[in-house]
């Protein structure tokens, strides 16, 4: 149990164009998921909290409108770049809590995806 | 301020020696504790985790990981160290369950033939 998907797992497009990556949770439910951003060779940085059937929360520095954040249901969640440009190139991942036996207690984590702009 | 240091960056160990990852956090509230893996390309692995009772907890691929909280710390051991562990750990300090993490800065695992 507790997999997280992600798709697509690598995009590249071009300058100017938005980009929407899905994160799903493949057996369990999942009320709040997360969305990290991650630079090589560096840490997981959190972007947002996206909440289902409320606006996500997004840490500080983080543009709201060029990364939208739609929690679509309870097992899915996506992110929009919009508007992407080079220095979005990254590496995206989705987390998502599950703890079974009615706990929710631990970050489970999709695969990533890699984003590239042209 | 919320906080996880690892201070190693990179570490290189033999194939079956013995292996300690460090990890100490700065937390306000009783800290929840995470040790994940990374394969290059990969999302994370959860290796193990601490809420509470019994300091030494066991994990998946034969780590284990201890809490000490005179020492605010939480490192990661494996008693032989495999090829195939060479990855990147990371070690993550959360507040209330399922809420958001902290991660460290990663330290990058080397194994030599």
């Known amino acids: 149990g507790a997999v997280v998907s992600q798709h697509p797992s690598r995009v590249i497009c071009k300058s100017g164009t938005s980009v929407k990556i899905e994160c799903r949770s493949l057996?369990?439910?999942?009320?709040?998921m997360f969305w990290y951003r991650q630079f090589p060779k560096q840490s997981l940085m959190l972007m947002a909290t996206s909440n289902e059937g409320s606006k996500a929360t997004y840490e500080q520095g983080v543009e709201k409108d060029k990364f939208l954040i739609n929690h679509a249901s309870l097992t899915l969640s996506t992110l929009t770049v919009t508007s992407a440009h080079p220095e979005d190139s990254s590496f995206y991942i989705c987390s998502a809590p599950y703890g079974g036996g009615g706990r929710v207690d631990t970050q489970y984590f999709g695969p990533g995806t890699r984003l590239t702009v042209l | 301020a919320q906080s996880v240091t690892q201070p190693d960056i990179h570490i290189t160990v033999s194939e079956g020696a013995s292996l300690e990852l460090r990890c100490n956090y700065s937390?306000?509230?009783?800290?929840?504790l995470f040790w994940y893996v990374q394969s290059p390309g990969q999302g994370l692995q959860l290796l193990l985790k601490y809420f509470s009772g019994d300091t030494l907890v066991q994990g998946i691929k034969g780590f284990e990981a201890e809490f000490k909280r005179s020492q605010s710390s939480f490192n990661l051991r494996k008693p032989s160290v495999h090829w195939s562990d060479a990855a990147e750990y990371f070690c993550a300090v959360g507040g209330n369950q399922g809420g958001k993490l902290i991660f460290g800065q990663g330290t990058e695992l080397s194994v030599k033939p």
């Open positions: 937390y306000g509230a009783t800290p929840y």
């Open positions: 057996d369990f439910q999942a009320t709040t």
